[in-house]
C-alpha cells in the first residue's frame, strides 16, 4: 500500500529502471577495478594529487590509470563545485571515445553526463559532465576561447611520451595558465604515460614529484626474423594465417601498419586467402583500425568475436597507447610508422614512412600480454631493434611551425621566439615560420594576429596555406574545387594512385588518365570528380 500515489508516475519509473540498470553496470565492474594494479596505490596518489601543484606518474601497461585515475578524485571529492572538471587529454580520438564510455560505464553513468568526451566534430558533455577525456588539440581550442580554463581544476596529460605538436604546446600553455590563476581556484596538472622519459619532464613542471605505478602485464614472448623482410605486408599476412592455423581459439591478433592503404591491402589479401582455408578452420574476423575509418566501424575492433572465431584487428599506431582490444594475444608488428616531416630547404610537408623508436616498440608488444601470457612477431631482426632510437623525435623538431605559430598567436603568446617549448625549435625553423604567415596574411609586419583574416584562419583545423586559399576561394567562385583539393591533401592525397610492383606500366597508364597539365593538384581534382561521377 502506498501513501504517495506520484511514486508510481511513468517518469518515476523510467529514473528508477535507469538508476537500476547504471548501478547493476557499476557493481558488475566494481570487482574488476579492485584488481587492477593502481587500485592498491589509489590512497597514495590521491594524496600526491592534494598535495602538489604539478605529477609526473609513470604507469606501466595494464596499470588502469588512464580510466582509474579520474574516478578516484571524483570519488574523493575533486569534482565539487563550479570550476572542478577533470579534462584528461588524449593524442587520438578514437582513445578519448573509447575510454570515456568505458569509464561512465564504470560509473555507472549515462556517457555524456558525468563522463563525457570531446573530439573534433563530435562532443557528449553536458553540464553534468565532471570528466571529460578530450584530445589535446580540443582542450587548444578551449584555450584560445577561455585563456585561464576556468571550468577545470585538474589537468590529466596523458600519453605525454607521444610529444605531439599540440601536447608540447599544451605543456607551456597550462604551466603558464597554472601561474596566472588564483590561489582560491589553482589549476593542477599531471602528466601520465607508460613510457615517459620522467626526470626530463619533472623537470620541466619545476621539480614535480615522480610516481611509479606497477603494471599488470603478462610475459611477452619477443620473436625477431632470421633476415630483413623485402615486403612486410606480405610477411604480416603469412605470420597471421600461420598464427590462425597454428594456434588454438581463442586469441586475437593485432597487427601494427603504417596507414589506411597498407591495411585495406592486407585485408584485401587475408580475405582472399580466408576463403582457401581448410572447412573446419576456425572462422576468420577481420577488423580495420585507423584514424579516418567512421567510429562506428572503428568500435567493431573492439567487440569480442562470436565463439570458435578468431579477430585479427589491422591497425595503425592508433592502437599502440591507451586503447585496450580484449582478446589480443598475438602481435604483428611491421616495424614502422608513418610521420610527418618537414623538408628544410624546400618546405613541403609530407608523410613518410620511418622506423619506430624502442619504446614505440615496448608498447606495441605489450599489447600481447593484456590478458594472458602473449607472443609478439616483429617483422624484423634482432639487430635492426637494437639500432632504433630510444625514443621517436618530437613532432616540434620535425614539422613545419606554420600552424603552431598561428595557434600561439591566436592564444595571444606574441614573443615565439621566447616560448618554454620543452624541445625548443630552431629559430630558422620559427623564422620561415612567421615569414609564411606574413606572406599569407595571416599576421602584419608586427608580429600581431590579422583581423579577421588570421583570426579565421587560426579557427580553421588546417594548415595555414589550405585555410588561405579556403578563404579566398570565394572571391574567385571555386569553393567546391578547392575544398576537394584542401580535403584531398589533408587526408594524404599521395594514397589516390597505388604502384604495384608487379603493375608498374598499368599504374602509369591509369593515372595519365586523369593527368592535368596544370599540376598534380588538377590532378587530384579530376580523380575526384570522376569518382563521384562514376
Known sequence: RLSNSKALSPNSRTTSAKFSKGKLKALKFAAERKKLPIYEGRQALVQAVRDNKCLVIVGETGSGKTT?????????GFCKGSGSTIAVTQ????????????????????????????????????????????????????ASIDPLLKRYSLVVLDEAHERTLHTDILFAILKDIQKRRKKEAPLKIIAMSATLQAEKFAGYFGGA????????????????????????????????????????????????????????????????????????APGLVICPLYAALPAHQQLEAFKAADRGCRKVVLATNIAETSVTIHGIVYVIDAGVV???????????????????????????????????????????????????????????????????????????????????????????????????????????????????????????????????????????????????????????AGGLFITPRTKRVEAAAARRQFAAPEGDLITYLNVFQEYKSA
Not at 68 to 76: G, K, R, V
Not at 236 to 257: C, M, N, R, S, Y
Request: charged share 25%.
Open 338 to 492: 608513418k610521420v610527418r616531416q618537414n623538408h628544410p630547404k624546400t618546405g613541403i610537408e609530407s608523410l613518410v614512412v620511418v622506423p619506430i623508436s624502442k619504446a614505440e616498440a615496448w608498447q606495441r608488444s605489450g599489447r600481447a600480454g593484456r590478458v594472458q601470457p602473449g607472443t609478439c612477431y616483429r617483422l624484423f631482426m634482432e639487430a635492426t631493434f637494437k639500432d632504433l632510437r630510444e625514443t621517436r623525435v618530437p613532432e616540434v623538431l620535425r614539422t613545419s611551425l606554420a600552424s603552431v605559430v598561428l595557434q600561439l598567436k591566436a592564444l595571444r603568446v606574441d614573443d615565439v621566439g621566447n616560448f618554454d617549448f620543452m624541445s625548443k625549435p630552431p629559430r630558422a625553423a620559427i623564422m620561415r615560420a612567421l615569414e609564411e604567415l606574413v606572406a599569407l596574411g595571416a599576421i602584419n609586419r608586427k608580429g600581431k594576429l590579422s583581423e579577421p583574416l588570421g583570426r579565421k584562419m587560426a579557427e580553421m583545423p588546417l594548415a595555414p596555406k589550405f585555410s588561405r586559399a579556403l578563404l579566398s576561394s570565394e572571391k574567385f567562385d571555386c569553393v567546391n574545387e578547392v575544398l576537394t583539393i584542401v580535403s584531398l591533401l589533408s587526408s594524404d
Open 68 to 76: 582509474q585515475l579520474p574516478q578516484y578524485l571524483y570519488e574523493t
Open 209 to 280: 614529484p615522480i610516481l611509479y605505478v606497477k603494471g599488470r602485464q603478462f610475459p611477452v614472448d619477443i620473436m625477431y626474423t632470421l633476415e630483413p623482410q623485402q615486403d612486410y605486408i606480405d610477411a604480416a599476412v603469412t605470420t597471421v594465417l600461420q598464427i590462425h592455423i597454428e594456434k588454438d581459439v581463442p586469441g586475437d591478433v593485432l597487427v601494427f601498419l603504417t596507414g589506411q592503404q597498407e591495411i585495406e591491402d592486407c585485408q584485401r589479401i587475408l580475405e582472399e586467402k580466408r576463403s582457401l582455408l581448410p572447412a573446419d
Open 91 to 142: 593524442p587520438r580520438r578514437v582513445a578519448a571515445v573509447t575510454v570515456a564510455q568505458r569509464v561512465a560505464d564504470e560509473m555507472g553513468s549515462e556517457l555524456g553526463e558525468q563522463v563525457g568526451y570531446s573530439v573534433r566534430f563530435d562532443d557528449k558533455t553536458s553540464r553534468q559532465t565532471k570528466i571529460k577525456y578530450l584530445t589535446d588539440g580540443m582542450l587548444l581550442r578551449e
